[in-house]
């Protein structure tokens, strides 16, 4: 079976940086899709952060410019680099991965459960 693995999330000041990972274990024949997505309290899980098979990446207009994902393929493992963090990037932090498992040639998606990441002073 698959499963996603988080890990780094914490309690960092304002404009303090702190690097999530996520690790994929299981029979993995390739991940297509890695992702992080953030859920604040009383707001709708989003989208922070993409990066596909190919390396290319997207973020969310929020933390552009601030965040980095970057994936090792070797390790099946995303890595989320955040830089300048604001007392809003406080949020349950999610991995995602859409991955294709060993013996089929379909896409599953797949979650982990989740890393609190709080940004106050």
């Known amino acids: 079976q698959v499963q996603l693995a988080e890990s780094g999330g914490g309690l960092v000041q304002p404009g303090g940086s702190l690097r999530l990972s996520c690790a994929a274990s299981?029979?993995?024949?390739?991940?297509?899709?890695m992702a992080w997505y953030r859920q604040a309290p009383g707001k709708q899980r989003e989208l922070v952060a993409r990066i596909i098979s190919s390396g290319s990446t997207n973020y969310a207009d929020s933390v552009k410019g601030r965040f980095t994902i970057s994936r090792d393929n070797a390790k099946n493992t995303v890595y989320l680099q955040m830089s300048s963090l604001k007392p809003e990037d406080t949020a349950v932090y999610y991995c995602n991965a859409d991955l294709v498992r060993y013996g089929s040639s379909a896409t599953f998606r797949y979650w982990g459960q989740g890393t609190q990441v709080t940004v106050s002073s």
């Open positions: 299981g029979s993995i024949v390739s991940i297509n899709v």
